[in-house]
């Protein structure tokens, strides 16, 4: 463990030691077959962290043909739901002995807060272990009335061998909510992280070795997205693909999938969330939510309330409340306990924030604060606020994933309604409001995926979350993710001389 210090004598972290920068494949940490590594970097200075082994196609291939011989030959989908459920539970167990190692490398790796990931990030995805595998031995199907004489029933069987592709934006929590159902549910898996953060991903593989989990269920291929993402989605012998990321990678996902062996698909995808403020709304409380709602992990996160309206009653005291405390809001290295939010993922993310502040700078919009690089080294930028935004500009119809908030005004709530799902995007929305009959009636009329009202990032492991439209389809979380890995089968016998149907 290396000291990490912040302009004074006294450390502030222990920064992990890098174990893992290889393949998982088979329950083994392998190069890959090229030889070829490829840089992680830490956003926090631009510098390198290590070396990690670069996956293509034919270490895809492996991996996909260690976890087929797992599902098709191997114990974990023949093991009784209670006995995935207790090594699942283990693994948990054994995250929660790592929580310090595994957010550091979140922090490190992504620029995450590492209070955050010790007190939220880490635990909840154990938490998310330990709540499917209470769910794994709870897989029922269901006994048919026929209309005839038939004795029919319903089976849920694992989809076989996933693929899972996550992004880099929660390394962590992303990892738990597609491994997890997917491994109660009985499947087998290989699982691509982001080439920006591959590292706590290669943590997570080997404590679930360390757990029990048999070899080849659950392989770890790093890699490039053009590559080895590339090479998951259109491998004939992976059942179903989960992804998560931007729409416009979603659409290839699909494609690969539909060309190749038509496998299942769920894409969890981009979002241009609009919160709605309403007049009669607590201002400091709103003000509070709107900027946490786009803040929050430096706003790298598709649910972001990127879009701003208030009704205008209450508008110009929002706008004062919401540059007030943008300007309070401490940027800087996420190890910081004081720190609000920490640097961009990467080079191309900081530089591609930057470029909408001047696309919405040229296209007419008003920027109230921020809207420039927050330090001189690393991937920092600062809390942006535009006013004067319309529709049509960019900085208003396109995903930035930054720290970038659009703020409009609206007088009606049918305008503001309008306006809200004025977008191609339908992954989750806000309201703030008093109003029981005005929450009911817009929360009914947004088309997205999620609704809070009087809150925001109200995620919780019992609640479905996925999105409408071009934020993609199926759901992660919740009892419909479990589901999402389990094909229905009937099966049905005729039944003779009984008494009654």
Request: glycine content about 8%; overall charge neutral.
């Amino acid at each position: 463990m290396a000291d990490h210090r912040n302009g004074s004598s006294e450390p502030l972290i222990k920064l992990p030691t890098i174990k893992f920068t290889k393949l998982f494949i088979n329950g083994q940490f392998v190069d890959s077959i090229s030889g070829k590594t490829f840089e992680t970097i830490d956003p926090r200075t631009g510098e390198l962290i290590a070396r990690v082994a670069e996956g293509d196609k034919e270490d895809v291939d492996l991996a996909v043909k260690a976890a087929r011989h797992a599902f098709d030959h191997g114990p974990w989908p023949r093991l009784s739901g209670s006995e995935r459920g207790r090594i699942m539970m283990k693994f948990a167990d054994l995250i929660d002995e790592h929580i310090e190692d595994l957010a550091a490398l979140d922090t490190i790796n992504a620029g995450k807060l590492f209070n955050w990931g010790k007190a939220v990030d880490i635990p909840q995805t154990a938490h998310n272990f330990r709540y499917y595998a209470g769910a794994a031995d709870k897989i029922h199907g269901e006994v048919l009335k026929m209309s005839r004489e038939l004795q029919g029933y319903t089976l849920r069987e694992p989809f076989g061998v996933v693929g899972h592709i996550i992004p880099w934006n929660f390394p962590s929590a992303m990892f738990s909510m597609k491994v997890a159902p997917a491994l109660a549910a009985g499947c087998t898996m290989v699982l691509k992280p982001a080439e920006q953060t591959p590292l706590s991903a290669l943590y997570y593989a080997h404590l679930a070795k360390l757990a029990g989990l048999p070899d080849g269920v659950l392989n770890v291929v790093t890699g490039f997205g053009p590559t080895a993402g590339a090479a998951v989605a259109s491998h004939m012998d992976i059942d179903k693909v989960s992804f998560t990321g931007s729409t416009e990678v979603g659409r290839v996902v699909m494609q690969a999938a539909a060309t190749s062996n038509l496998k299942a698909v769920s894409l969890e995808l981009g979002g241009k969330s609009p919160l709605i403020i309403f007049d009669d709304a607590d201002v400091d409380k709103a003000a509070e939510l709107a900027l946490m709602g786009i803040l929050f992990n430096k706003g790298e996160i598709c649910v972001a309330s990127s879009r701003v309206y208030v009704q205008e009653g209450i508008y110009d005291e929002i706008v004062k409340k919401l540059v007030e405390k943008a300007k309070a809001w401490k940027v800087g290295d996420p190890f910081d306990p004081t720190v609000r939010h920490g640097p961009q993922v990467d080079k191309k993310q900081f530089e591609k924030i930057l470029s909408y502040i001047e696309h919405g700078k040229r296209e007419g919009a008003t920027l109230l604060t921020g809207g420039k690089p927050a330090c001189e080294k690393g991937y920092y930028i600062e809390p942006t606020i535009f006013t004067d935004v319309k529709e049509d500009m960019l900085i208003s119809k396109d995903e930035i994933f930054g720290p970038v908030m659009s703020l409009m005004k609206f007088k009606t709530m049918e305008e503001a309604i309008k306006c809200a799902n004025n977008t191609r995007y339908g992954l989750a929305a806000g309201i703030v409001t008093k109003n029981l009959d005005v929450a009911n009636t817009v929360s009914r009329s947004i088309r997205a995926g999620v609704i809070w009202i009087n809150c925001y990032f109200a995620f919780d492991k019992d609640c479905p979350y996925g999105g409408y439209k071009m934020s993609g389809f199926g759901r992660d979380m919740g009892m419909e993710a479990l589901h999402k890995y389990l094909q229905v089968k009937s099966v049905v016998t005729p039944i003779y001389n009984s008494p009654w149907l």
